[in-house]
Nanobody, 131 residues
């Protein structure tokens, strides 16, 4: 089992920056961070879940959704079991609850863009961007 804790959300003005942080930890023996892919997702009011960004354990694979390309930066710290999302130049359309997902990876270059029923989720962190 994996415990996921995400944080860093806030209410900000258009053009502001925020840093979201996700930390994964084991709740049972045998958890190896390298075996898991991590990604950021969001759900805006009245909309479905959307994949936002993901980085592989190796650092070789980075993925961003088109609406956030050039504004968001995702990074993974394997020593601390964390996934960070740096969000710059925030827009009202970025308003959503952001969730970190952790799931079994097929290899060190794997990313998490399509969650599975086995994906572990954080509790979410709210981001509100006002104009």
């Amino acid at each position: 089992q994996v415990q996921v804790v995400d944080s860093g959300g806030d209410s900000v003005q258009v053009g502001s920056s925020l840093t979201l942080k996700c930390t994964a930890s084991k709740t049972a023996p045998g958890f190896i961070f390298e075996d898991y892919a991590m990604g950021w997702f969001r759900r805006a009011p009245g909309k479905g879940r959307e994949s936002v960004a993901s980085a592989s354990w190796s650092g070789k694979t980075i993925w961003y959704a088109n609406p956030v390309k050039g504004r968001f930066t995702v990074s993974r710290d394997n020593a601390k079991n964390t996934l960070t999302l740096q969000m710059n130049n925030l827009e009202p359309e970025d308003t959503a609850r952001y969730y970190c997902g952790v799931d079994r990876a097929s290899g060190p270059d794997s990313i998490l863009v399509f969650p599975s029923p086995e994906t572990f989720w954080g509790q979410g962190t709210q981001v509100v961007v006002s104009s």
